[in-house]
Nanobody
């Protein structure tokens, strides 16, 4: 199995910054990509940012220019630096990891961490 341990998050005022980290452990084999999703109350889970094993990144339009995803492959850890936070960024943030299993890919999720941005 694979475990994803998230840390960071919390309460911050609008315009402030927060950082999240997520470390994968367990039966990892090859990590194809790791990323961050978020889910606000009453809304669907949405992709925030992702990064591949080769370092390619992608961001949702709503966070481009404000959030930065990075990774430390030696630690199987992904980071999300969130700047210029807005109240609409308030959500539970989930880490995910896509692990290669031969010709297939398994996806694993963290337990989620709350980010609350006050206006």
């Amino acid at each position: 199995q694979v475990q994803l341990a998230e840390s960071g998050g919390g309460l911050v005022q609008a315009g402030g910054s927060l950082g999240l980290s997520c470390t994968a452990s367990g039966r990892l084999s090859t990590i194809n990509s790791m990323g961050w999703y978020r889910q606000a109350p009453g809304k669907q889970r949405e992709l925030v940012a992702s990064i591949t094993s080769g370092g390619s990144t992608s961001y949702s339009d709503s966070v481009k220019g404000r959030f930065t995803i990075s990774r430390d492959g030696s630690k199987n850890t992904v980071y999300l630096q969130m700047n210029s936070l807005k109240p609409e960024d308030t959500a539970v943030y989930y880490c995910d990891a896509k692990i290669r299993r031969g010709p297939f890919e398994d996806e694993y999720w963290g337990q989620g961490t709350q980010v609350t941005v006050s206006s």
